[in-house]
């Protein structure tokens, strides 16, 4: 189903607000790493890491519902490679591989905080949408569920 219409202002504007709401979730997760755990360059590089693979499992979750998180399941297939990406991203930081290992209460405050992020945004992601007037209207439950 295509759309009528193409609001690509609209939509560029919309992808912005969730690209930078993303950045400051990063930077902050990188700033509480050096300012509040005292962590090193190489450790702030697995925090890095870690903030961007949740950060964006978080945003997945948040951009393919233009109502409130959780008003319709994602898919299966989403829930499933969300949680392989997720164990993948956390072992190898917990473990080292191919990184600075972090402690695995450090893997699960920065997925914690990925969580909050993702209400968080989707708390200020509803307002910004119906201003923007991108609505949930004309799509069917199968093409609006990723």
């Known amino acids: 189903m295509l759309p009528k219409h193409w609001r690509i202002g609209k939509l560029t504007i919309a992808g912005l607000f969730m690209g930078v709401s993303e950045l400051i979730f990063c930077g902050a997760v990188l700033a ?3 300012f509040w755990l005292g962590l090193g360059i190489d450790a702030l590089r697995t ?3 870690l903030a961007i693979v949740f950060g964006s ?4 979750y948040t951009n393919r519902e233009r109502r409130r998180l959780g008003a319709t399941r994602p898919s299966r297939m989403l829930v499933v490679s969300s949680v392989v990406d997720v164990a993948i991203a956390s072992a190898q930081a917990a473990f080292g591989i191919a990184m600075t290992p972090l402690p695995a209460l ?4 920065i997925l914690f905080a ?3 992020f993702a209400f968080v945004m989707d708390f200020a992601k509803v307002p910004v949408f119906s201003r923007l007037r991108i609505e949930q209207a004309g799509m069917n439950r199968s093409t609006a569920v990723i």
Request: charged share 5%; no cysteine.
């Open 32 to 34: 509480a790493g050096k």
């Open 47 to 49: 925090v890095s890491f």
């Open 57 to 60: 499992q978080a945003a997945t």
């Open 106 to 109: 450090a893997v699960g405050g």
């Open 114 to 116: 990925a969580a909050v």
